[in-house]
């Protein structure tokens, strides 16, 4: 319960614009996997991280990606009425070539996002209630792959 509060306390310290968070995420996630960018492809490839991270599609993507991460927070209480959609959610995302493995990294990138925007508010508990959060998203999306 503790652990609920805390995270639905740092989402929304996070503000209403989560668009600069989740750009700070995905800045941090080309970093440490800079394949990745191949797999958004909108139209044309992207040369470069900064060509991607400012196209509209992309941010449309992060925009996705937020809200996803937000209807977490907020059903909490209650994640597993988002089973099914997180389950297609990962079958389409295994449709546009991602791989399960590299949701790690997507979730050391949101957990940097949190570190660098939440200060000293970030702790080592809050971190682990979000890693939770984070394993059971992935979990459910990654129950989406088939072989
Ligand atoms: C759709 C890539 C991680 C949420 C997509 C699409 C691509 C993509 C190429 C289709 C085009 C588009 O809608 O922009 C990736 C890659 C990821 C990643 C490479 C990391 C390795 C995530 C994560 C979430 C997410 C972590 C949320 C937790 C979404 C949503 C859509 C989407 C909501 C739209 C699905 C729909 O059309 O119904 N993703 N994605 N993505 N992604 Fe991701």
């Not at 995270?7 to 800079?34: A, V, Y």
């Not at 959610?89 to 979730?107: D, E, I, M, P, W």
Request: glycine fraction near 6%; charge should be negative; charged fraction near 20%.
């Amino acid at each position: 319960a503790k652990d609920k509060e805390m995270i639905r306390d740092s989402w929304e310290r996070l503000g209403k614009n989560k668009l600069t968070h989740g750009t700070i995420m995905f800045t941090r996630l080309f970093e440490l996997d800079p394949e990745l960018l191949g797999l958004f492809h909108y139209n044309t490839p992207y040369s470069s991280p900064q060509e991607c991270l400012s196209s509209p599609e992309f941010v449309d993507h992060i925009n996705k990606v937020m809200l996803v991460v937000d209807a977490a927070v907020t059903h909490l209480d209650n994640l597993h009425s988002l089973e099914e959609y997180l389950v297609n959610l990962g079958r389409k995302h295994q449709a546009v070539g991602v791989q399960t493995q590299s949701f790690a990294a997507v979730g050391e990138s949101l957990l940097y996002m949190l570190e660098r925007s939440l200060g000293p508010a970030y702790t080592s508990t809050l971190r682990h209630a979000w890693l939770t959060l984070y394993s059971v998203v992935v979990e459910a999306m990654s129950s989406g792959w088939t072989k």
